[in-house]
């Protein structure tokens, strides 16, 4: 029979694209002993996680809560329950998330209207703009913190565009939320998601969402039903809410102390107080890194501070160079996708990994690595 | 700002329909810091729990590991990847979670013949095999532990009939896995899915499956994308397998420790050692419950060992009992689902939760508050 060995994990820095480093209170919340997932002192804790939730994303919708799956499942939530066949959508592709939202939205059956910037570039207002004279789309998508390219999409303009459009407006935070500020109610978002394992520094395995009550609304009017069983908010509403819960599935209980307890820590901090910290942590690490002769991807203005994407110097060998950081130095950077596939580092300072001294470990580490 | 309490909930003794309580090693596990999902150190341990859980499902099968879900999320993996819209499903229903197939089966498109049992009773082999002769499903789907019920339902002889029909056998273990024998290659088990808060006590979120080589290539001649990304085998297989890993989401870290860790104790004590344990802790529960005047829904050949669901006695009110075994005793049980609700109580002696002394705290809290 198989002898699986003790599970002993080397201690490693985080500073790849997710998961992020977990604050030790947010250990310390896994190792509680579990209450049943209908256990009035549970459903305490749903209550206040959804109360956090709306904090963060700085809304008053009734409808929020964490899916129980990673971003991606978040992802898929809000493209199941807001899309009918037939329907139509518009969907923002600068990256490889917005390209695996056109994916889930073709899985749905839905029509699809493109508008595409390059790789490293945010989308134009205005390209979205002059597309939604010409087609109707029910839902208008895009990626606020795209992960595969460190861009920042300015979101304000945006919003009251679709919303005049009279579409619903759905938006990717799973790496910006905790990080950078998010306004959902302000920017008239109507559907939003995000992940646990980036900016807010809890272990992946749950998606927060939003929906505003307009979203809610043109659900309630579905003439289909979702195809996803597991993700059908109409299923979900009546276990996450409402005066009676009633049985859905079992919500997974010690994510949820973990989500609490890092919702709990970044109200703690104060979400302006984070956000500058990220910012100050990110020009601390742009510094270094154009000293060592890195290129950001972005231009500054569009520049994601928890996410860091530079091109690989002439002369450093991409899988050579991680493998190094990794082995000898416990640091995890994340590579290239797709077409950044070998061209480009994704650095990360999310969340618990973007401290002072992250920074200073993985300059030290390149000095050394790049002999200067 | 909303200022939310510590986390602190009451240490509780679970003895409902899940989840069950978690062993010291397994709240460990959950509190070690995170590796990247990426990490060779995390690929080391995926190969572990792909390696221990054939073992637990007695089978050869390469497409063995575990869906970033709950067991819901498993079962849904099953369906829409297995079937697309047009294709025939028979659908064994005698309790809730059958019940819940047929809502899956529906939203993947599929025609459906169902097999009705009344709540409490087993399938009869018979009236599958007369059903095969009328209809040519490409699934035939059943649930060996039926937690709202406390059916174990028998599965050998089903297997070659399914089978000899050219369909695939799709069956349900979230409750049984790791409580009672699961044999899926002996008993020609095509598809299966459990969940980690039942038996392997370990915390909610994560859907072991495995798949046959006659599953897969099913799969593989599919002419429709899976309506699920998130679910998607074809995408997953690449994520959990192959030479190179292919990122498709990012999985519950944390999550996979706990079912390593968790494995690892159930094949420390050796599957054999567990049943047996089950089945006396049972036989115990059984007596003593017995004597207190309780009846058992399902008749003694059918009685599943961890889920014993029993009749309440008259003049005892369901409502007001449980909460005086979770307040004043930290004892939960679970209440009926469905037709069963205020009718019929669901005891679990699950994993952690399937000792001696459990037993014995149950019964001494029902005696006290019974006047016995």
Same mark, same amino acid.
């Not at 549970?42 to 009734?62: A, D, H, Y």
């Given at each position: ?247 859905? @599935? ?27 910290? @990220? ?78 001294? @992250? ?14």
């Amino acid at each position: 029979m198989f002898q699986a060995n003790e599970l002993n994990p080397t201690a490693r820095f985080l500073m790849g694209p997710g998961p992020s480093e977990v604050h030790p209170r947010v250990l310390k919340a896994m190792a509680t002993p579990l209450v049943g997932h209908l256990d009035p002192q549970f459903i305490e804790i749903m209550n206040g996680v959804k109360t956090m939730l709306r904090q963060l994303f700085r809304t008053e919708n009734e409808l929020t809560f964490a899916v129980s799956g990673t971003g991606s499942a978040g992802m898929e939530t809000c493209f199941v329950n807001l899309l009918e066949p037939g329907d139509e959508a518009l969907i923002c592709v600068n990256g490889v998330f917005g390209n695996r939202m056109c994916d889930n939205a073709a899985r749905c059956g839905a029509k699809m209207t493109r508008v595409d910037a390059p790789w490293g570039q945010p989308i134009d207002p205005v390209m979205v703009k002059q597309a939604l004279k010409t087609c109707k789309p029910k839902v208008v998508a895009i990626v606020h913190a795209e992960t595969s390219t460190g861009v920042r999409q300015p979101l304000e303009e945006l919003g009251e565009a679709v919303r005049g459009a009279g579409a619903l407006f759905l938006v990717d935070t799973v790496t910006s939320l905790g990080g950078v500020d998010v306004r959902m109610d302000d920017w008239g978002i109507d559907a939003i998601y995000s992940g646990t394992q980036k900016c807010l520094s809890a272990p992946p395995g749950l998606a927060p969402v939003s929906f505003s009550p307009r979203a809610v609304e043109v659900m309630d009017k579905r003439t289909t039903k979702v195809q996803s069983w597991y993700l059908d908010l109409s299923l979900l509403r009546t276990y996450w809410g409402g005066a009676k819960r009633v049985y859905h @599935h079992t919500a997974p209980v010690s994510m949820a102390y973990a989500l609490y307890e890092a919702l709990r820590l970044i109200l703690e901090e104060g979400l302006e107080a984070r956000f500058e910290r @990220h910012e100050r942590n990110h020009a601390l690490l742009r510094d270094g890194l154009e000293e060592l002769g890195f290129e950001f991807v972005v231009a500054p203005e569009y520049r994601l501070p928890m996410l860091n994407a530079v091109r690989i110097p002439k002369g450093l060998d991409d899988a050579a160079v991680r493998a190094r950081l990794l082995d000898e130095y416990n640091i995890e950077i994340g590579g290239g996708l797709g077409d950044f596939a070998g061209r480009v580092w994704r650095i990360g300072l999310m969340g618990c990994s973007c401290t002072v001294n @992250h920074v200073h470990i993985l300059l030290a580490a390149l000095r050394q690595i790049m002999g200067r």
